[in-house]
């Protein structure tokens, strides 16, 4: 208790003594709270030391947008990334990165893509975050013919997709009820060594299921298994309905007695 108070004081001991709060001291300081306090402790914290005259820095800047954005307090994210771009940090991935989820997330797509080509034109080369973020945002429009683009252009960059990035893009052709082309990603991202989550499960359950895939799905299972990934009861219950659908009644034993008391 009294963290904050004991914390203003040391920085006004380091104000009187005329030693600069720096931006690492002071980014320490937001991201100690945020993490120890939470995010409302890390706000309040912020803006107590920007009261007694401290001068956040790109990386602060980038970490108290990221906090106002996990708040839901999208119009002081936003208000915070203006005032980065008006003194010149206007090259920093992190901040760009919460604004394109940002973007995405409230529907924004216009102002994300825009985000997205004033960060190229500023020589800000776009990282995985982002393109996930482009990538789920446009997935959920079923926007196909993006969601294509946005992969070409990752491949083409040569920045390396992760597991949300495969997710993302079989979720959109999912929607779009085109599973040979979930099926081509999911083989891809095995090859390349992808471990499977729950997302990665829950889509790849149903695609098996549409496409008659029995063989695929316990191969899914049997390897979810062997990985120790766990099956929630909503997965469960429908992996254990389409092996039951197929005749499979072995394998659905197998799944009760694997899973069953997940």
């Not at 034109?121 to 959920?140: F, K, Q």
């Not at 960059?157 to 929607?175: G, H, N």
């Not at 299921?209 to 990985?227: F, H, I, P």
């Amino acid at each position: 208790e009294g963290l904050v108070e004991r914390t203003l004081d040391v920085v006004k001991m380091m104000n009187r003594v005329s030693i600069r709060v720096s931006d690492c001291i002071l980014c320490a300081i937001v991201n100690g709270f945020s993490k120890r306090r939470g995010l409302n402790a890390a706000v309040k914290v912020y803006e107590d030391l920007i009261l007694q005259g401290c001068e956040p820095g790109q990386v602060t800047y980038a970490s108290i947008q990221n906090i106002y954005f996990r708040l839901g307090q999208y119009f002081k994210a936003e208000m915070i990334f203006s005032e980065m771009e008006e003194k010149g940090f206007d090259k920093c991935v992190v901040a760009y990165a919460s604004m394109v989820a940002m973007y995405g997330k409230t529907g924004r797509v216009g102002d994300a893509m825009r985000l997205v080509a004033k960060m190229k034109e500023r020589g800000c080369e776009p990282n995985v975050w982002i393109y996930n973020s482009l990538l789920d945002m446009h997935g959920r429009a079923v926007n196909l013919r993006q969601v294509e683009k946005i992969w070409k252009e990752m491949n083409r960059r040569k920045v390396l997709p992760d597991r949300v990035s495969y997710t993302s893009v079989i979720s959109a052709y999912s929607r779009a009820r085109e599973f040979e082309t979930c099926m081509r990603y999911y083989q891809k991202f095995r090859l390349n060594g992808g471990a499977i989550d729950r997302a990665m499960a829950a889509i790849m359950v149903a695609v098996f299921s549409k496409l008659n895939r029995a063989d695929e799905l316990v191969k899914l299972l049997q390897d979810m298994k062997t990985e120790g990934t766990k099956l929630d009861v909503r997965l469960y219950r429908s992996a254990l309905n389409a092996l039951r659908d197929a005749g499979l009644h072995v394998q659905a034993k197998w799944l009760q007695e694997s899973f069953g008391k997940t």
